[in-house]
């Protein structure tokens, strides 16, 4: 029912004029019939309400202006709930559109990587082409000046080049079998040298023992020399006490103080040697430590030059693998090249500081060293700045 009246203000106020006015008819006839029935009993006196139908009509208009309030805040509510789900679709919706460009961003990307890809790859296949054709162009030039020279010569140049590859083969040879050698030195002299630290430093924990003995020996013979002494001078002092015993009390204190000079003086003197001594034990052991400290030095160092030259024995063998003679190419040809490379081994730079004298030759050592990267490294990173810029000299077998 309340919730009726709610809804329909108008409904309420009809209602309550209604009952208002029933009430006032039921007062009217009430009092009526009482006045009929006690006309003869003494007037009362009868407190009556007039209800104000201006005050009714305004309790109505307020009861439904506080409708109409509670209906507009309600609205409102709905209206604040739409906006805020609306700002949430909003945000999704520009979510979803990021994410959307960030994959086509990176399927660009991907387009992108691939694209340079296909295009080093043909970048490559145009160099080998080229080189190809060059090779070809030369081939073409010797085999015009081989049919100008006659059959002896071309017998003659034959057997040159046979002997030429014999020796180039007897050299890789003899350069394998010095490199193995200079490794297997390397590793003797590094034995040797870890031995030798190791004797060095018994024989100076040896010698410290015995100096530490013999100065212990030392500090108990003097300590019984002066026990001894003392003893002497103890019995020489009762002897001529008793032999003295009328001298005067002047030559006694003189006696004494003496005594305090002489023993004075022989304390300073064992101080001053005791001092020079520990002296020559702190200089003897600086001494030790610094020849210690260098012969260190020096292993560390034939260590690392060790570790370099083997690492760059394999770049050498590495490149070697992946270079590709050009046809054509006579035997013998070398160049040197230098060689930058960045932490990991990657190649940064290659250049030619001596050529060989063909350019097709210099362009194929070029690519295997582009085509061997990344190039082998010490697992230890101190030593990579001995192989930021390499110059090597490379000499096909």
């Given amino acids: ?48 309400r007039i209800i104000n139908p201006e005050a009714v009509e305004a309790e109505v208009g307020r009861l439904q202006r506080a409708e109409q309030k509670r209906q507009a805040e309600k609205k409102k509510a709905e209206q604040e709930r739409e906006q805020l789900q609306a700002r949430k679709d909003e945000e999704q919706a520009r979510l979803q559109a990021l994410e959307e460009q960030r994959r086509a961003q990176e399927a660009e990307q991907k387009r992108a990587q691939e694209q340079k890809r296909k295009r080093e790859e043909a970048e490559r296949l145009a160099e080998q082409n080229r080189l190809a054709e060059d090779a070809a162009r030369r081939k073409a030039e010797e085999e015009a000046r081989r049919k100008a020279e006659s059959q002896r010569l071309a017998a003659e140049q034959v057997k040159r080049q046979a002997e030429a590859e014999r020796r180039a083969e007897e050299q890789a040879r003899e350069r394998a079998e010095a490199k193995r050698k200079a490794a297997e030195k390397a590793k003797l002299k590094v034995e040797a040298q870890r031995k030798a630290e190791q004797e060095a430093k018994q024989k100076a924990e040896q010698a410290a023992k015995q100096k530490a003995e013999a100065e212990r020996k030392r500090k108990a013979e003097l300590e019984a020399k002066k026990k001894a002494e003392l ?88 490149i070697q693998r992946s270079w590709l003679r050009p046809p054509g190419s006579p035997a013998g040809l070398s160049c040197v090249v230098q060689v930058g490379l960045i932490p990991g081994g990657e190649v940064a730079r290659v250049q030619i500081v001596r050529s060989s004298g063909d350019p097709v030759f210099d362009r194929s050592v070029e690519s295997a060293v582009y085509k061997a990267s990344p190039l082998p490294l010490p697992p230890d990173a101190a030593l990579f700045k001995h192989f930021r810029d390499l110059r090597l000299i490379f000499k096909p077998n």
């Fill in 1 to 48: 029912m309340w919730e009726l009246l709610h809804r329909n203000p108008r409904s309420l106020g009809a209602a309550l004029l209604l009952h208002l006015v029933l009430a006032a008819l039921l007062l009217v006839g009430a009092d009526w019939m009482i006045r009929t029935q006690d006309l003869h009993k003494k007037p009362r006196i009868v407190q009556a």
């Fill in 231 to 318: 003893e002497a001078k103890q019995k020489a002092e009762q002897a001529a006490k008793q032999k003295a015993a009328a001298e005067a009390k002047k030559k006694a204190e003189a006696e004494a103080k003496k005594k305090a000079a002489a023993e004075a003086k022989q304390k300073a003197a064992a101080e001053a040697k005791r001092k020079a001594e520990e002296a020559q034990r702190r200089e003897a052991e600086q001494a030790l430590q610094s020849q210690l400290a260098a012969e260190q030095a020096g292993i560390e160092a034939a260590r690392v030059q060790g570790v370099v030259a083997e690492y760059i024995g394999y770049i050498q063998e590495r």
